[in-house]
């Protein structure tokens, strides 16, 4: 198989200069503290961290707060406030995840999974169909990606280099040492290459990436929201399968993990704007299992389908 573009970052003397001292003490220290403490005091302190976040980006609660609004007009005020703290204390607990997903041993990851049904995925890996798996910007989707391929059912991700090199380490490290692998996320043509091989491809079809490769078609109540085309190309000059895939936590803990439908036999390849769609109702699907769990702080509607409209100012 062919290599992509962009190479593993190797170990080097150079990665401990002084000036990286910090970035190996802050994951040193989480690695620490995501092994030491039990697990139900690790939730009680990343939702803590995530309630000191709304003290100190503002910024974020509001666009948060607008997103629902947008979202979600018929919610009800104080529900939406509800999931607005709730949703902080999650993106306080998205640095816990990061730890245990990084630094868990196998045996201790494997006990906060449920596998709930990923025998679509399954089944394309026994026939060696290439799968591209759509998930979300959840804010444990470390913890989605690492418990696929503790299931037996690893893939690539899309991944894009840190500036930093002691960080852009680890975090490689992190990502791929159980079993899963990166590809640079403007790889394109080795993303195609690695499903028509019959690998499994993760993919986040669920944010506003700008106007190019885009359409503008329905999300939640937003009737014109950016939305890319690339789960169009990537399907279509592929011919992968498409299956939508979670991970989110439930109310006791543990994290159900879900990839049980293939949707490529109706997915309007061939016509953009209705695959945009189509995808779109199925990131709603994902998403109201469990909308704490997803990326509000994310100006999901910033980009505007008429062009002259200023972009986000859906926020101002």
């Known amino acids: 198989m062919d290599k992509s573009k962009y190479a593993a970052p190797q170990f080097s003397l150079s990665l401990l200069h002084p000036k990286n001292w910090g970035v190996w003490l802050g994951f040193g220290s989480l690695a620490i503290i995501v092994n030491l403490l039990p697990y139900a005091l690790l939730l009680k302190l990343g939702k803590s961290l995530g309630r000191l976040g709304m003290r100190y980006g503002k910024k974020r609660v509001s666009v948060a707060k607008r997103n629902l609004e947008l979202a979600f007009p018929d919610m009800d005020e104080q529900e939406r406030e509800v999931l607005v703290i709730e949703n902080f204390e999650n993106t306080g607990l998205a640095l816990i995840e990061t730890g245990i997903t990084w630094f868990w041993p ?13 025998s679509a995925v399954r089944q394309h890996a026994k026939s060696g169909k290439g799968v591209l798996l759509c998930c979300v910007h959840a804010l444990n989707l470390e913890i989605t990606a690492r418990a696929f391929a503790v299931l037996g059912v690893p893939g690539y991700g899309a991944f894009r280099p840190h500036n930093n090199p002691a960080y852009n380490f680890i975090q490689y490290w992190g990502r791929t040492h159980n079993g899963n692998k990166l590809i640079d996320r403007k790889d394109v043509k080795y993303m195609i290459k690695i499903l028509r091989q019959g690998e499994r491809l993760f993919y986040l079809p669920d944010h506003d990436y700008g106007r190019n490769k885009s359409e503008f078609v329905p999300f939640f ?20 399968a498409i299956v939508p895939g979670s991970g989110f936590r439930n109310d006791n803990g543990k994290y159900e993990i879900m990839a049980e439908q293939s949707i490529e036999a109706d997915y309007p390849q061939k016509d953009m704007k209705a695959a945009a769609a189509y995808m779109n109702k199925y990131v709603e699907m994902i998403i109201l299992r469990a909308p704490s769990q997803w990326m509000w702080l994310h100006k999901r509607f910033k980009t505007m389908e008429d062009e002259s409209a200023e972009k986000g100012s859906r926020y101002n």
């Not at 196998?106 to 990923?118: A, G, S, V």
């Not at 109540?221 to 992968?240: F, K, M, R």
């Open 106 to 118: 196998t045996w201790r990851f494997k006990q906060l999974l449920i596998e709930k049904d990923i």
């Open 221 to 240: 109540a937003v009737e014109d929201a950016c939305t890319t085309t690339g789960t169009s190309i990537l399907a279509y000059t592929s011919h992968c």
